[in-house]
């Protein structure tokens, strides 16, 4: 089968690739709440395919596919709801030009400041930039290891929401869209994100930081459906 003469691909392939890219679509297909037809033609309008037959044989097929494998959602709210959220509230970000030498003397004073285990630091190393996540108080320490020069901006006010998963997190696709895809339905922005290993830590400004708790609490946390009896 494969791609149609020239290179163009087939409407199967077409289609398949437009319902990856838009896992709203997506989801509608596992929860079989979709109308083919009214999908078909969308995809059609959006792909320049011109066979509505077609377009609805492979909507169809990727659904049949879909429920015969295990739900990647079912897989991925087993691992939020075996997860713990933390909340850290006086939080900071420091976004520094990325340079070796002053990241050696952000190791060296971190190295201090992390005898007292509770203290939060964190860093992320980009391509152009190197940010550091750090409690307040650890603000005038790291911003003097680092030197005006080097500190390129700084936002203070912050809360950090870490959400501590299984291990299996890390053969889970999903996990981390999922959660940061609940706080942006929310309305709310994320300053930072930064995952290591099972940690999910999403930044967010302390006017948010309720709010944020809610929303990812209710995934890691959901209420327990009440029953109601007659007497």
Wanted: net charge neutral; aromatic share 4%.
């Amino acid at each position: 089968m494969g791609q149609e003469r020239g290179g163009a691909p087939t409407a199967a392939e077409a289609t398949r690739r437009y319902i990856d890219d838009h896992p709203a679509i997506r989801d509608c297909l596992g929860y079989n709440i979709v109308n083919f037809t009214s999908l078909a033609r969308k995809i059609r309008s959006e792909t320049g395919l011109a066979n509505q037959e077609a377009v609805e044989v492979a909507c169809r097929r990727y659904q049949r596919q879909m429920r015969a494998g295990r739900p990647l959602e079912e897989r991925v709210l087993e691992v939020v709801r075996a997860s713990r959220l933390e909340v850290r509230t006086r939080v900071a970000i420091i976004t520094a030009r990325n340079d070796w030498d002053m990241l050696g003397h952000v190791l060296e004073t971190g190295r201090t400041l992390l005898a007292d285990r509770r203290h939060l630091l964190q860093l992320l190393q980009g391509p152009g930039a190197l940010t550091i996540l750090c409690e307040e108080d650890l603000l005038d320490p790291i911003l003097g290891a680092i030197g005006k020069k080097a500190a390129l901006g700084v936002h203070s006010h912050l809360s950090a929401l870490t959400v501590r998963s299984p291990d299996v997190i890390v053969e889970t696709p999903g996990v981390l869209a999922f959660l940061s895809g609940a706080l942006f339905r929310a309305g709310i922005n994320s300053l930072e994100l930064m995952s290591v290993y099972t940690d999910s830590t999403f930044v967010v400004r302390e006017d948010d930081v309720l709010h944020a708790f809610r929303v990812l609490s209710g995934l890691v946390h959901p209420p327990t459906p009440t029953v109601e009896t007659t007497g």
